[in-house]
């Protein structure tokens, strides 16, 4: 018997046909977010980012510390950037006691308060150790105030007896520990997961590449589509990689707070909305010319977007690029993401696309040799 048709399936089905999104961008997906890449331990990701990428690129490269660069036009001289960041935060171990139980160390902004009952990969030479965020039971905290989840006192606890059983397992002080936790989608709208900050970026510069090469777009400069290593931990693979592409413009992509659940501040942090679309970021490391361009790419596409004011740094990679040695004129396209830095970062399908098609937009209208100078 058929299945009867409803509005809704109706409309969403309508929805589903015109989605930028392909089966195998989402199945690309999928595997990106689920695969762990830690800030300092990114080559896993990249290798499948990169596997993504070529076939819509001319060349790639990748530096010392795995910063990873497509490239469309390699031998144009006028070099535009988009960008992500790649890395994940995560924990180090950081002591074994002699029962066996492991405290740790941050490896970016990972939040303790998230910690306790959480399941961890243990990353060691041997393999994927398992492990769990341990806390006393509700039953046996006699304190008049239950005790607040701190680098002080959350432990792991990978089911050993001994400091000499974690060791015989591969686990010594330094490996990295990331969530387990996988990619998923809320009410067939919200993508879920841990790490979208920022691979979800990697993401849609990735999709921004597949658009223009299969809408046959000729782009008259190069194009370096850059997945930045370690963000998390001071901008520090954005720093290395515009030392070496020198780029005449840069566009990143990162994510910010959307400020509509509980507990959010709008005065403090603005007020943005995961399904408002795009957001556009002012601020001193923004250039003013180059978000012109991309406000004018939004408005021709009539695409609704948002606005944000960063203050004196926007604290993601466009300050690498703006604040360099060379200034590049640069501009952040943002995501807005719910519960940033947990398990469970959520953005709206719609905004994904919309970034994807605006940062697509904004390329067709760069020039070669495009001059962005305040004075000329």
């Known amino acids: 018997m058929a299945k009867k048709t409803t509005k809704k399936t109706a409309a969403k089905a309508k ?76 924990w180090f171990v950081h002591y074994i006691t002699k029962e066996g139980f492991i405290y740790l160390r941050r490896n970016g902004g990972s939040d303790h308060l998230i910690a306790p009952s959480k399941r961890v990969n243990i990353h060691t030479d041997k393999g994927i150790v398992k492990a769990v965020f341990g ?43 990331t969530y387990e936790d996988e990619f998923m ?10 790490a979208l900050d920022n691979r979800m970026g990697g993401f849609m510069i990735a999709e921004v590449a597949r658009l223009l090469h299969e809408q046959k777009v000729k782009l008259p400069f190069g194009l370096y589509i850059v997945n930045a290593v370690q963000e998390e931990v001071g901008l520090r693979g954005a720093e290395m990689i515009v030392e070496r592409i020198k780029p005449d413009v840069a566009i990143v992509t990162d994510v910010t707070h959307d400020t509509q659940t509980p507990m959010m501040n709008k005065i403090t942090n603005g007020d943005v909305s995961c399904g408002g679309g795009p957001v556009l970021s002012y601020g001193p490391a923004v250039h003013n010319n180059l978000l012109k361009l991309i406000i004018a790419a939004a408005e021709g596409e009539k695409m609704k977007f948002q606005r944000a004011a960063v203050s004196r740094a926007t604290g993601t990679d466009t300050d690498a690029f703006a604040y360099g040695a060379a200034g590049v004129p640069s501009a952040l396209i943002s995501l807005p993401l719910r519960y940033m830095h947990t398990t469970v970062e959520s953005v709206h399908r719609k905004d994904v696309e919309k970034v994807i098609l605006l940062i697509a937009a904004s390329l067709k209208r760069i020039k070669n040799g495009h001059d962005l100078r305040y004075l000329k």
């Open 15 to 90: 929805e589903d046909k015109k989605s930028i999104l392909t089966p195998a961008s989402m199945a690309f997906m999928e595997r990106y977010l689920n695969n762990a890449s830690p800030t300092g331990f990114e080559s896993a990701g990249q290798k499948l980012w990169l596997e993504y990428l070529k076939p819509y690129i001319h060349s790639h490269f990748v530096d010392n510390y795995g910063t990873a660069v497509g490239v469309v036009n390699p031998e144009a001289k006028y070099k535009v950037v988009i960008e992500a960041h790649a890395d994940e935060i995560s």
């Open 135 to 177: 806390w006393p039971a509700i039953h046996v905290r006699t304190t008049k105030q239950d005790p607040v989840p701190s680098t002080d006192n959350i432990f792991l606890d990978c089911g050993c007896n001994s400091k000499e059983e974690v060791e015989a397992l591969g686990v010594h002080v330094g490996c990295v520990i």
């Open 185 to 194: 989608i809320l009410n067939d709208r919200y993508f879920t997961g841990r």
